[in-house]
């Protein structure tokens, strides 16, 4: 056996196949881009955006690797418009200036741009203000793309004047598609005889974590890699997939069951105050390329769904952990993962919070056309104060205590209680505190 490898012809020739692959295979129409079905498709909004020539400003909002970049190559090429690939990282307030210039010069000759900007949430104030005169007057259509969320990223003057379109993580069907079409296609491995099993293009699916970059990268490297039989036949080998991915992945089954079974495992131990067996759960995600920020969302929720009150510093630590995730990354936010997952582990637990607001969502669900008490409403107008919104309402800063025994829920749901306290940690203190509230209330309430 050999090992595939290019030529020094090719090199001297400048081969395209030189290019990585995921640069070969990128999708030059709709036609070809594969996922975001919420958005692309018959009759769906962006499709009839491209179509109709109707393009705007917008920003396109989601994980790496799901077709931000192609899709607005695409919009450019749908509708004839100069394109203009503008980094974030390497470009300052002078060179966005030069681009405007150019951009307007051309929008006198009838040329649009579109302005690609790759991570725009990195651009500073004064950066992203640069864009704004050339936008609000046509000079050019700005499209953002960011993995962060634009509300609290993108300045309130820029963002107003984009149409946000939110993609979403690449489904393991869609990434085995483009596999599938990077070994037949001649921009691909089509020219050459591959010989990769279904199994195997699942795995290196399920390995990308939804990324399409990443999927069409590791196919590249373990065709490269594979083994060539006397006829030219490349052969990816159980032996190169393990060398190539170097790990395995959680999300190594065809089904990707075993991803939502790992989570439920992690989620079940913490509530079950078992700290090492939380931590070896987390190992086998984190080590298996899970997305540390994935696990970190779900530790927020854990810590009010099962610990909640009886110790609300555990959503304080939560957000801690994830905004650490966000900032340093793997490897290195593993040991903050680790003390969050701890903590969560050994601090009292109580699902009170979550059982409060389903008991709630019910009620609420049932009554949604429920009026609001007329001495809780907003009452800005004199009109509407003279409807009586907000008569009898009673600011507790100016009673004894901070409290009064004034009803705030419907008449129909009076004496209703959601919230339960448990007897674990803090909770027991603020339960204590609740007791007093409501016996303080009855007893105003029987006075009157």
């Not at 075993?258 to 080590?287: C, G, Q």
């Not at 205590?401 to 448990?422: A, Q, R, W």
Request: aromatic fraction near 8%; include cysteine; proline fraction near 4%.
């Amino acid at each position: 056996m050999e090992q595939m490898s290019f030529t020094d012809e090719q090199i001297n020739t400048g081969d395209d196949r030189l290019q990585p692959l995921a640069a070969r295979m990128r999708p030059v129409s709709l036609d070809e881009f594969v996922g975001q079905d919420h958005l692309l498709g018959p009759g769906k909004v962006l499709t009839r955006v491209i179509q109709q020539d109707q393009v705007t400003s917008m920003i396109f909002w989601g994980p790496p690797g799901v077709g931000k970049t192609t899709l607005a190559r695409i919009i450019a090429h749908e509708t004839k418009a100069r394109f203009i690939d503008f980094s974030a990282v390497t470009s300052g307030i002078k060179e966005i200036r030069q681009v405007m210039e150019d951009a307007e010069k051309n929008r006198r000759f009838g040329q649009r741009t579109i302005l690609f900007v790759d991570e725009i949430h990195r651009f500073n104030k004064a950066q992203q203000d640069a864009f704004l005169p050339f936008v609000e007057k046509g000079s050019i259509i700005l499209i953002g793309a960011t993995t962060e969320n634009p509300s609290f990223e993108v300045n309130g003057a820029l963002l107003s004047r984009c149409r946000v379109f939110v993609l979403k993580q690449l489904e393991k069907k869609d990434i085995e598609t483009l596999l599938r079409r990077a070994v037949t296609d001649p921009r691909g491995f089509g020219g050459s005889d591959v010989d990769i099993s279904d199994d195997k293009i699942a795995a290196i699916a399920a390995f990308s974590n939804g990324d399409a970059r990443n999927a069409l990268s590791t196919l590249e490297i373990v065709v490269l890699n594979g083994d060539i039989d006397s006829n030219g036949t490349i052969h990816v080998t159980e032996q190169v997939m393990e060398q190539c991915l170097s790990r395995k992945s959680l999300l190594y089954d065809k089904n990707g069951e075993e991803h939502y079974n790992l989570i439920s495992a992690l989620h079940k131990s913490m509530r079950n105050s078992d700290p090492d067996a939380a931590v070896y759960w987390l190992a086998r995600m984190l080590e298996a390329g899970e997305e540390p920020l994935y696990i970190a969302r779900r530790i927020i929720r854990f810590s009010s769904e099962d610990v909640g009150m009886a110790d609300p510093r555990a959503l304080e630590l939560a957000v801690a952990a994830y905004q650490a995730c966000h900032y340093i990354g793997m490897p290195e936010c593993s040991v903050n993962l680790t003390q969050a997952v701890v903590y969560m582990a050994l601090a009292p637990k109580s699902n009170a919070m979550e059982t409060a607001y389903m008991d709630a969502k019910e009620d609420a669900m049932k009554q949604l056309a429920e009026p609001v008490p007329m001495n809780i409403r907003n009452a800005p107008t004199r009109l509407m104060k003279d409807q009586g919104y907000g008569e009898g309402y009673k600011y507790a800063h100016d009673y004894e205590g901070h409290i009064t025994d004034m009803e705030c829920l419907p008449d129909s749901l009076k004496g209703k209680t959601y919230y339960h306290p448990s007897d674990q940690g803090l909770e027991v203190r603020y339960g204590q505190r609740l007791e007093q509230i409501k016996k303080w209330k009855e007893e105003q309430r029987k006075k009157r």
